[in-house]
Structures are given as structure tokens and as C-alpha cells.
């Protein structure tokens, strides 16, 4: 049976850019201007910031600095909700050490990209994750898992609902609190996203589902906006539309997370728009870290320009 939208319309924005929004950047980024972001991003009022990722440092150096970053971070005692990225039970058993209430992991859709990217088949990841939440779950933490490559793969194209369907099955018995849908490189249009919500809606109720969409070929708000009628409440980006993808090339970054905001302001869905914090961060991320920005905000207030409706 479907599950009929939720009547809720409340919006939740998730901000990756100290995560996914950084793992693909060849130059570091010092952990002195990471805790400087962090602090920025914390003022931008998004209701989660996803802040590291707890990985062998061979893997992905640009996130070597997990725990020296959270050790810094929640000595001040931020009320900010956070969320990291563990790869296996080892990488949860350092998250918990931190007061991070929510634990993402991964599958991916794709077996090519699954091995590629954790070495492993998709069947010993969803074993692997069934371990991390049993371990998070004890320590009363959260679980987020990412369903990558689920509209596109850089290695075998397209993904069919006959590749979704087992997984969702056994995620759907997992225990996970969200399951995030992700088009890892950004090939998703809106009839896509339809097809499969509509399909991931047999196993999970909108509530627990958040899309995290990259803007490859420039249609990410609108699978937003086809996601957002169909009833999806939760929302992935990062701020300037900063990332990529350290296992595919060419894939862009995530949507913006200021045009993310942007979108549903402007149509009454969400009530601030915190302009000032938001502009400050912006030019953090262009000047200070030297990133190269393709938000639609970003580049008009590059230009000089001034937001239309946003005061």
C-alpha cells in the first residue's frame, strides 16, 4: 500500500558542506577554517549540519581530522543538532565518543559503485549497517542511511527499480530513522523522482525519506519542488552548492543549500531567511577558503546584485 503525503509541513534542511561538501576538495582545508565554517554554518538556521566523517584518513585525507574537529567544536556547547558520516562499526565506535545525535552510513544501488567505493558488495554493506545501527542504537543515537546512486551511476548507467527494490526491503526492516536518497550524480529529473518515490513509499513513509540531490545537469530544484508535492519534507544541500563526488568524476556539486532555502522562503514554506548570516558564510566559503561557488545566490551577490524578495 502507498503512503499518502504527510500532512506535516514542517522542513527539514540538512547542510553537508563540512562533509560531502568538502571530501571531493583537492586542497585542505586547515582545521582552524573548518571550525570557523562550522561556527558560520551553526548561524545559518538550518536544522541539521552533517560536520565530518569519521573514515580511514587514506580514504578521504581532506576529513583526517574528525576527531580534533568535534573535540574543538563541542567544547563550546552548541545546541546546533549535528550529524557524521561512519563508514563501518569501527568509524561508529570514534563517532561516539562526541555528542553527535545522528549516525549516517551508506549503501549504494549500484554494486560497481558500492565495491568501488567501500570495497565491498552490496550485501556485506547492509550487513555492515545493520552492525552500525545495533552499536548506535545502543548508544541512543540516530541513523541515518544514504541510498547512493539511486537514479544514475557512473559505471552502470542506469539504475532500475529491480536494483531499489531489495534494498529498500531490507532497509525497511533495518531500524534506520531516514533513509536519504541520493543522486550521487546528478542525472535525476523530476518524472525520475516521482517513479521513485513512488516506489520507495511501498517500504517507508515520506517522514522517514530525505532526498539528497546533486546539480549536475541543473534539475535539482525541480526534483525538489516534484519531491516536496509528492510529500518529502527533509532536504539535503550545501551552502554555494560547494562538493562533487571523490568516486565520480564529473558530478557537480550538491544543490545549494541557499537556494534550497531560497525556494521554499519565496513560496511561504519557510518563514526566515536568515540573509546576513547566510551572505557572511558565502563569502567565508569564495574568499577565505577560495571554493569556487555555483549557487544562483552566490553568483548574483558576486555580481553585486541584490536577492529579489529576501530582505
Same mark, same amino acid.
Given at each position: 500500500?502507498?503512503?499518502?503525503?504527510?500532512?506535516?509541513?514542517?522542513i527539514?534542511l @540538512?547542510?553537508v558542506?563540512l562533509?560531502?561538501?568538502? /571530501?571531493a576538495? +583537492? #586542497?585542505?582545508?586547515?582545521?582552524?577554517s573548518? !571550525?570557523q565554517l562550522?561556527n558560520?554554518?551553526?548561524q545559518?538556521?538550518?536544522?541539521?549540519?552533517?560536520?565530518?566523517?569519521?573514515?580511514?584518513?587514506?580514504w578521504?585525507?581532506?576529513?583526517?581530522?574528525?576527531?580534533?574537529l568535534?573535540?574543538?567544536?563541542?567544547?563550546?556547547?552548541?545546541?546546533?543538532?549535528?550529524?557524521?558520516?561512519?563508514?563501518?562499526?569501527k568509524?561508529?565506535?570514534?563517532?561516539?565518543?562526541?555528542p553527535i545525535?545522528?549516525?549516517?552510513?551508506?549503501?549504494?544501488?549500484?554494486?560497481t559503485?558500492n565495491q568501488?567505493?567501500?570495497?565491498?558488495?552490496i550485501d556485506?554493506?547492509?550487513?555492515?549497517i545493520e552492525?552500525?545501527?545495533?552499536?548506535?542504537?545502543?548508544a541512543?543515537?540516530?541513523i541515518?542511511?544514504?541510498?547512493?546512486?539511486?537514479?544514475?551511476?557512473?559505471?552502470?548507467?542506469e539504475? @532500475?527499480?529491480s536494483?531499489?527494490?531489495?534494498?529498500? /526491503?531490507?532497509? +525497511? #526492516?533495518?531500524g534506520a530513522?531516514?533513509i536519504a !536518497?541520493?543522486?550521487?550524480?546528478?542525472?535525476?529529473?523530476?518524472?525520475t523522482?516521482?517513479?521513485?518515490?513512488?516506489?520507495s513509499s511501498?517500504?517507508?513513509?515520506f517522514?522517514?525519506i530525505?532526498?539528497?540531490l546533486?546539480?549536475t545537469?541543473g534539475?535539482?530544484?525541480?526534483?525538489?519542488?516534484?519531491a516536496?508535492?509528492?510529500?518529502?519534507?527533509s532536504?539535503?544541500?550545501?551552502?554555494g552548492?560547494?562538493?562533487?563526488c571523490?568516486?565520480?568524476?564529473?558530478?557537480?556539486?550538491?544543490?545549494a543549500?541557499?537556494?534550497?532555502?531560497?525556494?521554499f522562503?519565496r513560496?511561504?514554506?519557510?518563514?526566515?531567511?536568515?540573509k546576513p548570516?547566510?551572505?557572511?558564510?558565502?563569502?567565508?566559503l569564495?574568499n577565505e577558503?577560495?571554493?569556487?561557488?555555483?549557487?544562483?545566490?552566490?553568483?548574483?551577490?558576486?555580481?553585486?546584485?541584490?536577492?529579489y524578495?529576501?530582505e
Amino acid at each position: 500500500m502507498k503512503t499518502e503525503p504527510q500532512k506535516s509541513e514542517a522542513i527539514t534542511l @540538512t547542510d553537508v558542506t563540512l562533509r560531502d561538501g568538502l /571530501q571531493a576538495e +583537492s #586542497k585542505t582545508v586547515p582545521l582552524d577554517s573548518k !571550525l570557523q565554517l562550522l561556527n558560520l554554518l551553526s548561524q545559518c538556521q538550518f536544522n541539521r549540519l552533517e560536520i565530518t566523517s569519521f573514515v580511514n584518513p587514506k580514504w578521504i585525507p581532506q576529513l583526517g581530522d574528525a576527531e580534533k574537529l568535534c573535540e574543538s567544536w563541542f567544547k563550546k556547547g552548541s545546541t546546533q543538532e549535528t550529524m557524521a558520516f561512519v563508514p563501518n562499526t569501527k568509524g561508529c565506535e570514534r563517532l561516539l565518543k562526541f555528542p553527535i545525535p545522528w549516525v549516517s552510513c551508506f549503501v549504494a544501488a549500484s554494486p560497481t559503485f558500492n565495491q568501488k567505493n567501500v570495497n565491498c558488495t552490496i550485501d556485506e554493506s547492509l550487513k555492515e549497517i545493520e552492525s552500525i545501527i545495533s552499536v548506535a542504537k545502543n548508544a541512543k543515537r540516530k541513523i541515518r542511511v544514504y541510498v547512493s546512486t539511486v537514479w544514475g551511476c557512473p559505471y552502470e548507467k542506469e539504475i @532500475t527499480a529491480s536494483h531499489l527494490e531489495p534494498i529498500f /526491503q531490507k532497509l +525497511s #526492516k533495518s531500524g534506520a530513522d531516514e533513509i536519504a !536518497l541520493s543522486d550521487t550524480i546528478g542525472v535525476a529529473t523530476p518524472s525520475t523522482v516521482r517513479a521513485v518515490l513512488s516506489q520507495s513509499s511501498k517500504f517507508f513513509p515520506f517522514s522517514k525519506i530525505a532526498l539528497h540531490l546533486h546539480n549536475t545537469y541543473g534539475f535539482a530544484l525541480a526534483n525538489v519542488q516534484t519531491a516536496y508535492d509528492v510529500g518529502v519534507r527533509s532536504f539535503d544541500g550545501s551552502l554555494g552548492g560547494v562538493g562533487g563526488c571523490p568516486y565520480a568524476r564529473g558530478a557537480t556539486g550538491n544543490i545549494a543549500s541557499d537556494d534550497l532555502r531560497n525556494l521554499f522562503f519565496r513560496q511561504g514554506k519557510l518563514k526566515n531567511f536568515p540573509k546576513p548570516e547566510i551572505e557572511k558564510t558565502l563569502d567565508y566559503l569564495r574568499n577565505e577558503l577560495g571554493l569556487v561557488l555555483n549557487s544562483s545566490l552566490s553568483k548574483i551577490q558576486e555580481k553585486g546584485g541584490s536577492w529579489y524578495g529576501i530582505e
